[in-house]
Every structure is written in structure tokens, then in C-alpha cells.
Nanobody, 124 residues
């Protein structure tokens, strides 16, 4: 069983940056593709970014391309989301998730392990 815990959320002004971190315990971390999702207030959870098992392949939703960067450290069992040029519409609870696959996974239902989420609020 993989347990995921997110860190790094908070309140930031528009244009600012935050770095989300997610640590994994249990399982073999490199067996999993990792992803970040978010759930804005009153909306459904949505895909943000994903990374394959080695970190060599990534994918982003269009609204964050060029602003967010996903990365991972398999030795330490961490996955990160660097968020720059934040906008008020980035306000959401952000979730780290693991999918049992080697390739990049974009589909929410393919993720089997989830963190509890961390709140990101961007003020205008």
C-alpha cells in the first residue's frame, strides 16, 4: 500500500510561486507514474500534470504549461510541483496521486493512491 502526503500549500499573491511536495511511503516508488490533480472550489477534480516512472516524460494540462513543472526523486520517494506565475484561477486543493504504470498517465480513474490534499490560494 502506497501512502502519499502533500506539503507546501498556502496563500500567495498573483504572480507568485509555490512548490508543492509529495512524499511516498510503502510500495516501490519507481513502479508508479505520479500525477498532480486539483479541485477548485465547487468544481470537480481535474488533471494538472503527470510524470512517468523515470522522470523522463511529463505532461501538463494546457492552462499550466510554461508555468508549472513536475519532477520526481525516486531515491528519496518525492514528487514535486513547482508553480510559477500563479493566477487566482489556480486556487484549489491540490492532490498528489500514484498510478501503477511506467508511462505518463493523464486519466484520473487510473490513479489508485491519493494524498489528502493541500490548499493553494492565490489572491488577486
Amino acid at each position: 500500500q502506497v501512502r502519499l502526503v502533500e506539503f507546501g500549500g498556502g496563500l500567495v499573491q498573483a504572480g507568485g510561486s509555490l512548490r508543492l511536495s509529495c512524499t511516498a511511503s510503502g510500495g516501490t516508488f519507481s513502479d508508479y507514474a505520479m500525477g498532480w490533480f486539483r479541485q477548485p472550489p465547487g468544481k470537480e477534480r481535474e488533471f494538472v500534470a503527470a510524470i512517468n516512472w523515470s522522470g523522463g516524460d511529463t505532461y501538463y494540462t494546457d492552462s499550466v504549461k510554461g508555468r508549472f513543472t513536475i519532477s520526481r526523486d525516486n531515491a528519496k520517494k518525492w514528487v514535486y510541483l513547482q508553480m510559477n506565475s500563479l493566477k487566482p484561477e489556480d486556487t484549489a486543493v491540490y492532490f498528489c496521486a500514484a498510478a501503477y504504470a511506467k508511462w505518463v498517465v493523464r486519466i484520473l480513474d487510473s490513479y489508485v493512491h491519493w494524498g489528502q490534499g493541500t490548499q493553494v490560494a492565490v489572491s488577486s
